[in-house]
């Protein structure tokens, strides 16, 4: 079946370092791609998202790449911060599908900064 | 997280009862969906509602029901509580004319399954 999932499930960096997580798809006909914050005893929160008619977008500190070819999305991170350790989850979304438009998520990948 | 509260928070149960999720929505949106979160499957979707007594099956939706008799209010039923139950469980509601950022998730709740 569809799938999105991440490459590697844990990520340690050290603070003020850049930080690079992937995540790797199935479904080519996914209309966006969004990533998503989780701390501790927290729901999901929105972080960035990508149409896949796009390479690229920036927003404060983050910008998500999109490789349509192979399937690929990443999240960097500038400037690492403690807070931003959490596990990071990468979504797929497919306008007018069944599920009432709901968020497909992939595996997570936590993300450990050491200051 | 504003606007969207889930109840219990944390919750212990037999194996065999009955058990309701409660999640309480106070923007009036017209979507609202339930995920389970399990280590290395990420979230997954149980169910989901697109009106008041309009829902309908996710990926994961064996062993449970659901109902939405006003727009505030999707409750999730586990009818008879098994191990494999045990999880966590997030609400979610979707802002109309959103696209990707209009997601609000609650703070999830804690069951347990013994």
């Known amino acids: 079946g569809e799938s999105v999932g991440l490459h590697l499930p844990t990520l340690s960096v050290q603070e003020g370092d850049n930080s690079i997580i992937n995540c790797a798809y199935s479904?080519?006909?996914?209309?966006?791609f969004i990533w998503y914050k989780q701390e501790s005893g927290k729901g999901p929160q929105f972080i960035i998202d990508i149409r896949s008619n796009m390479d690229k977008r920036q927003g404060q500190r983050v910008t998500v790449l999109l490789n349509k070819t192979v399937k690929h999305l990443s999240l960097q991170i500038a400037a690492t911060q403690p807070g931003d350790s959490a596990v990071y989850f990468c979504?797929?979304?497919?306008?007018?599908?069944?599920?009432?438009?709901?968020?497909?998520f992939g595996k997570g990948t936590t993300l450990s900064v050491s200051s | 997280d504003a606007g969207i509260t889930q109840s219990p928070r944390h919750k212990v149960t037999e194996t065999g009862t009955p058990v309701t999720l409660r999640c309480h929505q106070t923007?009036?949106?017209?979507?609202m969906y339930w995920y389970r979160q399990d280590p290395g499957h990420g979230l997954r979707l149980i169910h989901y509602?697109?009106?008041?007594?309009?829902?309908d099956k996710g990926e994961v939706s064996d062993g449970y029901s659901v109902s939405r008799s006003k727009t505030e209010d999707f409750l999730l039923t586990l009818e008879s509580a098994t191990s494999s139950q045990t999880s966590v469980y997030f609400c979610a509601i979707r802002a109309p004319l959103a696209q990707t950022g209009g997601y609000t998730f609650g703070s999830g709740t804690r069951l347990t399954v013994v």
């Open positions: 509602s697109y009106g008041v007594k309009d829902t």
């Open positions: 479904n080519s006909a996914s209309d966006y």
């Open positions: 979504a797929e979304i497919t306008l007018g599908n069944q599920a009432g438009t709901a968020l497909i």
């Open positions: 923007e009036n949106h017209r979507y």
